[in-house]
């Protein structure tokens, strides 16, 4: 069985929350090796951790730009806080999730456009302060996304980390690829209608590509249910880490390659751009294991 990485996937989400652990297992037995939880506000720094304790997963810290409008000065504090704490944490992986969105009518405009963008640049400094890579929501703002990254990172080197969810140009994907990252695809890509998107999945860098679901959301389109179809009683598939491995096969197909140079492409893509997963994925790599215990916090005895 082939093994893929998962570096996109809110297993800490409500709609998960009946179930996490029997997702978590479907996931494995369908060869999901690993999934990056990245949080999405301080609320659920502690639940990220504990979910990538508990099934062998990591994680990263950041507060999302939808999630801007109930945070304050104080969350950045406790951002700053909770990575100095977990420093040394072989599973905390990334700053993230954090960016910019401006699909979302409201975060578009003022207050809350300067303000998403504060958070982001704050954001990209704490990454620079704790050396981290970061995992970054860019929706409809890879120019903007961008202007940040080259102005916190001048003189400081590329950055690391993954551009989660790209659906730019191939001039915007390139200009991120400079600057260090790789690109994030996960169902989006699988609709016929997704022209753009699956042209640069399939023309882009293989180097330059990492797989993720962002489930729950993002479904593939195996998953998809039309408006008329839910009217009429049928439900909406949910989406979930055990959909990884087909969706790297369908980006397998697109690009005229096996499934198995995909995996081993995509693997080696994650731990590029983040570096701990190396530790982690030790046994996967052909690498010596290193043990990664529970921190005390965390175990029950």
């Known amino acids: 069985m082939l093994s893929w990485i998962d570096t996109h996937c809110h297993l ?100 809350l456009r300067e303000r998403q963008m504060h958070f982001y640049r704050a954001q990209l400094r704490l990454a620079r302060k704790h050396g981290l890579p970061v995992i970054l929501h860019v929706r409809r703002s890879a120019d903007q996304l961008f202007q940040g990254l080259r102005e916190i990172g001048a003189g400081a080197g590329p950055w690391q980390g993954i551009a989660h969810a790209f659906n730019g140009s191939s001039q915007q994907a390139q200009r991120l690829v400079d600057a260090g990252l790789k690109l994030g695809f996960g169902g989006a890509f699988t609709y016929d209608r997704a022209l753009q998107l699956r042209r640069l999945a399939a023309e882009l860098p293989l180097e330059a590509l990492v797989l993720e679901t962002d489930a729950p959301d993002m479904p593939p389109h195996w998953l998809y249910t039309t408006a008329a179809a839910r009217a009429a009683g049928q439900a909406q598939g949910r989406n979930s880490p055990q959909q990884l491995p ?19 492409a995509s693997t080696a893509n994650a731990v590029a751009a983040l570096p701990r997963l190396g530790l982690l994925l030790a046994p996967l790599l052909g690498a010596p294991y290193t043990d990664c215990p529970i921190p005390d916090d965390l175990n029950p005895t």
């Open 246 to 264: 087909r969706i790297g096969a369908a980006l397998a197909a697109l690009r005229g390659i096996t499934p198995e140079a995909m995996a081993q």
């Open 12 to 111: 800490d989400a409500s709609e998960f929350a009946p179930d996490a652990a029997q997702v978590r297992a479907s996931a494995a037995e369908a060869g999901v090796a690993h999934c990056v939880l990245p949080a999405v506000a301080v609320a659920n720094f502690a639940a990220v951790r504990t979910l990538a304790y508990a099934h062998g997963d990591s994680y990263a810290l950041g507060i999302h730009p939808l999630y801007v409008a109930q945070a304050g000065e104080h969350d950045l504090d406790a951002l700053d806080a909770a990575l100095t704490a977990q420093r040394d944490d072989p599973r905390l992986v990334a700053v993230g999730e954090i960016g910019l969105d401006y699909l979302v009518p409201a975060l578009c405009q003022s207050p």
